[in-house]
């Protein structure tokens, strides 16, 4: 029995499935249209029928994995900025980068390889993905962080709010990277929860948070109660 043919859209979120982890794994430069093609199942002249050159794969990657909004997303945008919401921002996003969750409609150690490449290459795609989903991010820790400052939660310092945010995501994307190989670059010697928590305490210490604040507004298990149920 011949299996029902796919329409043009789906063929093309099939190549574009297809070639995530191929372009994960060699970089842009180094993946050819043939690699490409073979990947997906398809001839060469039907993957120049989706896609008119490799670019155009590749722009419609940075566009895939940019679509769609996890729910949790919402339930912190809605909560006013203060040393709570603060702490909930900054558990959400290590635990995505250590943890993996919440899952998505990419594997994260595809994404995080699709990150170390652009790195290597031009950025393009390491840039979208900071403009498309850090930035306003960002710019939420920083209203959070004035919060705490004028609270009395957390001490006024040379570095900006922006830089703290972006240095605690630097600390959880290197986890992350130092996890990648089957074999870890890096022993913590604990459970991936217990780094998490580590991790997230680190980050709240160093952006600024006294220990007092830290005590009164992080509970990981409550934290991941939340977002478990968001």
Request: hydrophobic share 45%.
């Amino acid at each position: 029995m011949n299996k029902p043919r796919l329409t043009a859209e789906a063929r093309k979120r099939a190549i574009v499935k297809a070639a995530l982890p191929l372009f994960a794994r060699r970089g842009f430069a180094e993946t050819t249209t043939k690699d490409l093609a073979r990947a997906a199942g398809v001839s060469e002249p039907l993957l120049y029928k989706h896609f008119p050159s490799k670019e155009a794969l590749y722009l419609e990657i940075q566009e895939f994995t940019c679509r769609g909004i996890d729910p949790a997303i919402h339930h912190l945008t809605e909560l006013e900025p203060s040393t709570s919401s603060l702490v909930h921002l900054i558990y959400y996003l290590m635990r995505a980068l250590i943890l993996g969750q919440p899952a998505g409609r990419i594997r994260w150690d595809t994404r995080h390889r699709l990150m170390i490449k652009s790195f290597l290459e031009d950025g393009t795609f390491a840039r979208l993905l900071f403009r498309s989903r850090f930035d306003c991010f960002c710019a939420r820790i920083e209203a959070c962080l004035g919060a705490a400052i004028a609270a009395g939660d957390a001490v006024r310092c040379p570095i900006t709010g922006g830089n703290r945010a972006c240095f605690a995501h630097h600390v959880a994307a290197w986890i992350a990277m130092a996890r990648l190989p089957r074999r870890p670059v890096i022993n913590y010697k604990v459970s991936r929860e217990e780094l998490l928590h580590q991790a997230v305490w680190f980050a709240l210490r160093g952006m600024g948070l006294t220990d007092q604040a830290i005590a009164t507004h992080y509970n990981p298990k409550a934290l991941a109660l939340f977002f478990s149920g968001a």
